[in-house]
């Protein structure tokens, strides 16, 4: 994400988007991710015979968040990229983990909530590494 802080009529500092092409690339990431992770859900939900669909729309609408979150804070820090990234995605961890077993429906225990999380992001961040952005 780009944001240019040039002095803009609107007087909220923010006067660019990022271009076409870096859109592209954050919505395929954004999409591989979302992929990734789904495998991920189902495979643990058939295997701990958990509700697939609340799971998996639970994190498909916090990978939306997450991700969101993620661009802009990697964009604000990235002067520190590899600090800022070991603790959006420790925060990320965390905040999934905490979505995962808020909704009822998923019938998850934090404890499960946060192992289920961390397969999710150790194997999304492991593909990360070969994504675009």
């Not at 958990?50 to 609408?61: D, H």
């Not at 993620?70 to 905040?95: C, P, R, S």
Request: charged share 10%; net charge neutral.
């Amino acid at each position: 994400m780009h944001l240019c802080f040039r002095g803009s009529s609107s007087g909220c500092g923010l006067d660019c988007f990022p271009d076409p092409a870096f859109q592209k690339d954050l919505i395929f990431t954004l999409v591989i991710t979302i992929l990734i992770e789904g495998i991920i859900v189902s495979g643990y939900s058939i295997w701990h015979r958990k509700p697939l669909g609340p799971i998996l729309l639970t994190s498909v609408v916090a990978n939306l968040i997450t991700q969101s979150l993620l661009w802009v804070g990697l964009n604000i820090f990235f002067q520190k990229y590899l600090v800022a990234l070991l603790v959006a995605e420790i925060l990320i961890w965390l905040m999934e983990s905490f979505l995962l077993s808020y909704f009822p429906a998923n019938k998850l225990r934090f404890k499960d909530a946060i192992l289920l999380a961390f397969l999710m992001n150790l194997t999304s961040f492991a593909f990360g590494w070969f994504l675009p952005v």
